[in-house]
């Protein structure tokens, strides 16, 4: 059987891609529930609220000021805050504010699916702002076709943690819904990236693709 080309494809160091990861996961996730926490345990409903919407606004305000790129999941996630917020304070219910983004799981494993058939899946875009993949890799069509078949296993852990959720939302109190669904969905994510990843490796390895956690010789790390 003939050998695959070899094809080493540089990410970057490895403390360079953590800081990108982290950066975006707690300025779209951790930060605005960390703050509708606090301050709906200091001063209500209202004042959790508005400083969980108010921290998405400004994150995507300095972006634009900056002009800086703007993330796809930073869009979406300060999206869902304006309708979240405006439900939650019409509403006045803690249980309507939390049952959007809870069907929102199944909104986006849906758009997962029908994304399939593109050329480049939702799920590659959003992949983009937790690892800084270089074009060579993202445009490599083994790399496409992983992408598209790989949106089939988060759709269905959106699904999975939407029906867990909404289920944990109808019987638990609020305290006991923010540290189930949190723990819950971290813990199915990484579950899921553990899966990716080795799928991914799987894949670059039969077509002789190697991935160096290094940044490339004579160029800036």
Not at 44 to 71: D, Y
Not at 95 to 104: G, M
Request: proline share 5%.
């Amino acid at each position: 059987m003939k050998e695959p080309p070899h094809l080493t494809i540089h990410l970057g160091t490895l403390a360079g891609q953590l800081r990108h990861g982290v950066r975006n996961l707690c300025e779209t996730v951790l930060v605005p529930l960390g703050l509708f926490y606090l301050l709906l345990t200091l001063t209500g409903l209202n004042g959790g609220l508005f400083a969980a919407l108010g921290w998405g606004l400004a994150a995507v305000g300095w972006r634009v000021v900056r002009r800086s790129p703007l993330p796809a999941v930073l869009l979406l996630t300060t999206g869902m805050l304006v309708v979240r917020t405006v439900l939650g304070y019409v509403t006045g219910s803690t249980f309507v504010y939390f049952l959007q983004p809870t069907l929102t799981n199944f909104l986006i494993g849906l758009a997962l699916l029908v994304s399939i058939r593109f050329k480049r899946p939702v799920l590659a875009r959003l992949a983009d702002d937790f690892c800084a993949f270089p074009t060579e890799f993202t445009g490599h069509p083994r790399v496409r076709r992983f992408f598209r078949r790989v949106s089939l296993l988060w759709a269905l852990v959106f699904i999975s943690h939407g029906v867990t959720t909404l289920w944990v939302l109808a019987r638990a109190t609020l305290e006991e819904f923010l540290l189930v669904t949190t723990v819950g969905k971290f813990a199915l994510v990484a579950l899921a990236a553990v899966v990716s990843l080795l799928w991914l490796r799987r894949e670059l390895r039969d077509e002789g693709i190697h991935l160096r956690l290094r940044a490339r010789v004579g160029s800036p790390a």
